[in-house]
């Protein structure tokens, strides 16, 4: 594995991400951000932030493996939710354990979350980036 995470001593350990990524594979991949579109562009769970959380992780263990990578792979991702606030953080944890659970993989937190005032699309919560180092 590519991947080693981290949390130093001196720095709060905190339960869904951890401080320090260390990547020490061959290939960096950057993968946009993706939205809550299935394979035909169509957005799935208009108005549901757990389903589009699901969906937009989907997409990006479908753009990983397609470069022969997988989650196990990726260095750091990055979430920007609409109108971000904590209450929220139950909605976002459950969408991520639920695609997760359908690619077989460990949950994977985000690095970095950030709230926004509005994506591209009215319709779309949430968009996730991601950054992988692949052997």
């Known amino acids: 594995m590519a991947i080693t995470l981290v949390?130093?001593?001196?720095?709060?350990?905190?339960?869904?991400?951890?401080?320090?990524?260390?990547?020490?594979?061959?290939?960096l991949v950057f993968i946009a951000g993706q939205v809550a579109w299935d394979a035909d562009g169509v957005?799935?769970?208009?108005?549901?932030?757990t389903a589009q959380v699901?969906?937009?992780y989907l997409n990006i263990g479908t753009a990983l493996a397609e470069v022969g990578?997988?989650?196990?792979?990726?260095?750091?991702l990055t979430v920007y939710v609409v109108d971000w606030t904590?209450?929220?953080?139950p909605l976002l944890l459950e969408g991520i354990t639920r695609a997760a659970a359908k690619l077989g993989v460990t949950p994977v937190s985000p690095a970095t979350l950030l709230g926004v005032a509005a994506l591209h699309a009215p319709d779309h919560l949430v968009e996730v980036e991601a950054?992988?180092?692949?052997d």
């Open 7 to 27: 949390n130093p001593g001196g720095l709060p350990e905190i339960d869904v991400y951890h401080q320090v990524s260390i990547a020490s594979g061959s290939k």
């Open 131 to 134: 950054t992988a180092i692949i």
């Open 54 to 56: 699901e969906q937009c």
């Open 69 to 76: 990578g997988s989650f196990d792979d990726v260095a750091k």
């Open 86 to 89: 904590p209450d929220k953080m």
């Open 43 to 49: 957005t799935v769970g208009e108005g549901d932030l």
